[in-house]
């Protein structure tokens, strides 16, 4: 059980790193006209798998961490700050507005996952 949810926290911390860094760097890459062929990861699928995939890590490894172990509320409301941010972003008013929103909410989910894992090795330790 221990290995599993301090497995997953690595994993999802991973994944938010990867969609900061998809939502950073797929603007500045698609505007050189030789990388144009890499439009695909410019998509709204890849998007929203990222968002799916986030919430399926919340409910794996931040509840069942809260619950069970540290019973700490705080990577849970990090994790909602962070996906309030990202849908924030998804209202599409201008693409630097979706960028910065989503970089600073995957960042916040990203950091949930980190305490989370903190709170879990403590309270193992303990």
Not at 29 to 35: A, G, M, Q, R, V
Not at 57 to 78: A, R
Not at 94 to 112: D, H, K
């Amino acid at each position: 059980m221990k290995t599993k949810i301090l497995s997953i926290d690595i994993i999802a911390s991973t994944s938010s790193f990867l969609c900061a860094f998809h939502c950073i760097s797929i603007p500045a890459i698609l505007s050189f006209s030789s990388l144009n062929s890499l439009r695909f990861l410019d998509n709204q699928y890849l998007e929203w798998s990222f968002i799916i995939l986030g919430l399926f890590f919340i409910i794996s490894s931040l509840w069942p961490s809260y619950k069970k172990k540290h019973h700490k509320i705080k990577p849970l409301l990090f994790a909602i700050l962070g996906f309030a941010f990202i849908l924030i972003g998804k209202l599409d008013f201008t693409e630097t507005w979706e960028i910065l929103n989503t970089v600073i909410g995957s960042s916040f989910v990203c950091f949930a996952h980190y305490l989370n894992w903190n709170f879990f090795k403590n309270s193992i330790l303990r």
